[in-house]
């Protein structure tokens, strides 16, 4: 039935169509009748120009007032309301959830504006059509604080909460915000009830909804946030270190994927790797379409870097994943100093001969450790401004002095590196009355392990041999991933016991098969203290002249001088929880997040050897551990980076039929290439109203079209005759 938007204007145009019939009637021209013989006989002929002149009159007549009648239609608007389509809502009260896509793909430039506003924009128009007794819940596909969770009449709340609602980088999961939605629209007698999703239809994350019951069937109504059917993007999906030689300083190698998620390739896009606003690399990637290219870098590791690096891509239209956050391993040359406590006439005899052998470049090609060798005596008078870690080789307690053992202390607290390997010089007693702030334990006495009278009284249950390693240790964590770690074809002849760590913050890092400690850390002040139960050259043990040797001995100094270069920043993904390892002796991380926020994390009592597990990477970027604990501030900061998900890059999309037949459920798709395409801002009608203006339109334009040619036509024959 056809119904008028004005009725009003429709009768006054009705009306308006008695003035062209007035005004033909009133000029409307009569003829007298004037007899005259010569003519009578044609009194019953009609002329054949009067008759013309008639048919257009009454003809044009016709058309004026239809023309005036499709005026008034045109006006008036007519419409014919139809049964709702499958988006849109009856006159009944209705029960609805609102799923929004806050997916980080919904940030994605379509025309200049983004998918997610275009979304937010749909369902702020259908919340505007509610009407008294409608109700409605709010969720996002990424649980945000904000969302209405419950089924709410309020119109105010449910726009606040739309409105507050904002972008997360996390892994979607939109099968399960349909599965909560499904749980908030419990079966209800004469309620409209469905469920509107709101999203750019990827692909990526959606699984089966599995088996539902008859009352959980709800209509899935999928609201297209794209304005252009086809979109292209390029991304960093991952990047990492590629492992080197723990002595050398060289280039060090990225390996880096970047993915095109488009028909078209060979394009080439540029990209770069900075340290903070510093360029180091870049080059040309050329990804083929719709794969993913392996592309090799290679920056200058040889020299101090910041953890903070970034490959970055050529902008596109999601801009967020053309970036990627990447820890670097920068290995610079340190200065160390090698006190001899014994030395020999003969250098194979003296008890530094082997470390400097195994740091010196002709034995170490590449090695980045510049050493020097003195003797104790000299060892007052030697500037410390420029060593970053000093060793003592069976140095006795006196040999220092006081003012020696003073000036080390010194050192350390600043922030320097203490390497202790003892030997025959040392007296227990001694070390610990002048050495007692540096030493990780107090010393007991030496245990000859070679003699024959310890070995028949109790050599089983005392191995000389390293039989534990602390692996997770950042200076020891290489020995775990496939490098030369075998320690137990060395074996030691004596070694010192050691008194329980007491009150010290110490941790022991290798221990003999007796279960006696071989290596033993302190942090004193900034810097840090390694004790080496054992000497260093070849009268106590034969470690020296094995190939663990040499990456050992380098991997404890670069330690000691905070310059591992070790890869201990891992890469994660938003969402993933990070393990971290706490410092002996912090009982507390302050974790620096992306945004300025910072978060406390406990390490729990009596667990200290246990990770502390972090949950709060929410955001891409770097994050930063600075750990605290008995009133120090000093200890080594952890860092770490946080990247995207890298299937959220690719923005292929799904069909409707897929998704409606992946979970099972009667889905139906709007605002896009579904079955009722347009603008989804203008779906959300509680009818939906067939208008026929247009057609009143050009019916009128017809109607004067005509009328003008009529005319035209009747001046033509006029003329002719």
């Known amino acids: 039935m056809i119904e008028w938007l004005h009725p009003g204007l429709l009768a006054a145009g009705a009306g308006a169509v008695a003035v062209p ?30 008759r013309h002149i008639r048919l257009r009159d009454r003809l044009l007549l016709l058309l004026r007032v239809l023309a005036l009648f499709a005026l008034a239609a045109w006006i008036a608007r007519p419409y014919r309301e139809v049964p709702a389509a499958a988006s849109q809502l009856g006159d009944g009260p209705a029960s609805l959830v609102l799923v929004i896509d806050n997916s980080f793909s919904l940030l994605y430039q379509d025309s200049g504006e983004t998918r997610f506003n275009r979304a937010t924009a749909a369902a702020r128009a259908l919340i505007e059509t509610f009407r008294e007794g409608d109700r409605a819940a709010l969720l996002a596909v990424l649980p945000t604080e904000g969302e209405v969770g419950r089924l709410s009449s309020d119109k105010a709340e449910l726009l606040r909460a739309l409105s507050a609602l904002e972008i997360s980088y996390g892994r979607p999961d939109p099968s399960a915000a349909v599965r909560r939605a499904l749980d908030l629209l419990p079966p209800t007698e004469g309620e409209d009830r469905r469920i509107y999703f709101f999203t750019d239809y990827q692909r990526a994350g959606w699984t089966p909804l599995g088996s539902l019951s008859e009352e ?28 080197t030689s723990p002595v050398r300083a060289e280039s060090q190698p990225v390996q880096i994927d970047v993915g095109n998620f488009s ?32 592309k090799n870098l290679a920056y200058d590791a040889g020299r101090k870097l910041s953890p903070r690096g970034r490959i970055v891509l050529d902008p596109d239209d999601l801009p967020l994943d053309d970036e990627y956050f990447l820890i670097l391993r920068s290995r610079p040359p340190i200065e160390v100093l090698l006190v001899d ?9 003296s008890e530094t001969f082997f470390l400097g052998s195994a740091l010196s470049p002709e034995r170490a090609a590449g090695s980045r450790v510049h050493s020097r060798t003195l003797r104790p005596a000299g060892f007052q008078s030697e500037d410390l401004k420029k060593v970053q870690a000093v060793v003592l080789a069976n140095v006795g307690a006196a040999d220092l002095g006081a003012a020696g053992w003073d000036k080390l202390r010194k050192f350390v607290e600043k922030g320097g590196g203490l390497f202790l390997a003892l030997g025959d010089r040392v007296d227990p007693d001694e070390y610990n009355r002048v050495a007692d702030a540096l030493l990780p334990a107090a010393l007991r006495l030496k245990l000859d392990v070679s003699s024959q009278s310890f070995s028949r009284q109790a050599g089983a249950l005392h191995d000389s041999r390293i039989t534990s390693l602390d692996l997770a240790h950042p200076a020891l964590r290489i020995f775990g991933k496939g490098q030369p770690a075998d320690f137990s074809r060395a074996a030691f002849k004596a070694y010192f016991l050691t008194e329980p760590a007491g009150g010290r913050a110490s941790s022991i890092l290798a221990r003999f098969g007796s279960g006696a400690p071989a290596l033993l850390e302190r942090s004193v002040g900034k810097g ?24 050992l ?59 502390v597990v972090f949950d709060g990477t929410s955001r891409p970027g770097f994050y930063q ?42 889905a139906v798709g709007v605002g896009g ?46 003329r002719k005759s």
Do not use: C
């Open 216 to 243: 959980s069937q709800v209509p899935l109504v999928l609201v297209d946030a794209r304005k252009t059917l086809s979109s292209t993007n390029h991304a960093i999906l991952s990047a990492r270190l590629e492992e």
């Open 341 to 349: 406590g014994d030395p020999r006439p003969i250098d194979f005899l």
């Open 625 to 666: 551990a600075k750990w605290d604990g008995e009133g120090r501030m000093d200890f080594p900061i952890a860092w770490f980076a946080v990247n995207l998900p890298p299937e959220e890059s690719d923005l292929t999309p799904a069909t409707v039929e897929e998704l409606s037949s992946l979970l099972g459920i009667n």
């Open 673 to 718: 290439d579904g079955e009722e395409a347009g603008d989804p801002r203008a779906l959300f009608t509680r009818h939906r109203r067939e208008e026929h203006w247009k057609v009143a339109a050009g019916f009128l334009v017809l109607l004067l079209f005509l009328e003008s040619l009529v005319g035209a036509l009747a001046g033509w024959r006029k």
């Open 553 to 611: 001995v380098h991997q404890l100094l670069y330690y000691l001088a905070d310059a591992l270069g070790d890869d201990t920043g891992l890469s994660y993904t938003v969402g993933e929880s990070v393990p971290l390892r706490a410092p002996t002796g912090a009982n507390r991380a302050r974790i620096d997040v992306p945004g300025g926020k910072i978060v406390d994390v406990a390490v729990p009592k009596g667990a200290e050897d246990l990770p």
């Open 263 to 294: 028909e078209r390739g060979g394009e080439e896009i540029h990209l770069a790797l900075y340290d903070g606003p510093e360029l180091l690399t870049q080059g040309i990637s050329t990804p083929p379409p719709g794969g993913v290219e392996k």
């Open 21 to 50: 019939i007035l005004l033909h009637l009133i000029h409307r021209k009569r003829g007298r009748k004037i007899p005259f013989s010569a003519v009578r006989f044609l009194d019953d002929t009609e002329l054949p120009t009067a």
């Open 528 to 551: 840090r203290v390694l004790l080496w139960t054992s000497a260093l050259d070849v009268g106590w043990g034969d470690l020296a002249i094995k190939p663990v040797f040499l990456p």
